[in-house]
């Protein structure tokens, strides 16, 4: 069973930052693909953008070029660099651990994300 932690959301204006961050309890982190989802309010669940345990990203097309995604596997930590915050990024952001070999997925509680003036 591995545990996921979640911090970092806020209450941001359009245009600003945030930096949310992931902390796990497994001890084989790098043997987890790690990837940040949100949902917001009447729509499904998305994926925002995925790192791979090598460091190999991919992004969303509505996130490229704004936000940033990163792993530090002493710490088994992920994060999620958000920059140029627009309204519709507002959700509640989860994030994700797959393991490579097991499939398996486990989840954070989330936490919120809002981009309003």
């Known amino acids: 069973q591995v545990q996921l932690v979640e911090s970092g959301g806020g209450l941001v204006q359009p245009g600003g930052s945030l930096r949310l961050s992931c902390i796990t309890s497994?001890?084989?982190?790098?043997?987890?693909?790690m990837n940040w989802y949100r949902q917001a309010p009447g729509k499904e669940r998305e994926l925002v953008a995925g790192?791979?345990?090598?460091?190999?990203?991919n992004y969303a097309d509505s996130v490229k070029g704004r936000f940033t995604i990163a792993r530090d596997n002493p710490k088994n930590t992920v994060y999620l660099q958000m920059n140029n915050l627009k309204p519709e990024d507002t959700a509640v952001y989860y994030c994700?651990?797959?393991?490579?070999?097991?499939?398996?997925?486990?989840w954070g509680q989330g936490t919120q994300v809002t981009v309003s003036s």
């Open positions: 994700n651990a797959r393991g490579k070999n097991s499939g398996r997925d486990y």
């Open positions: 497994t001890n084989i982190f790098i043997q987890y693909d």
């Open positions: 790192i791979t345990g090598a460091g190999s990203t």
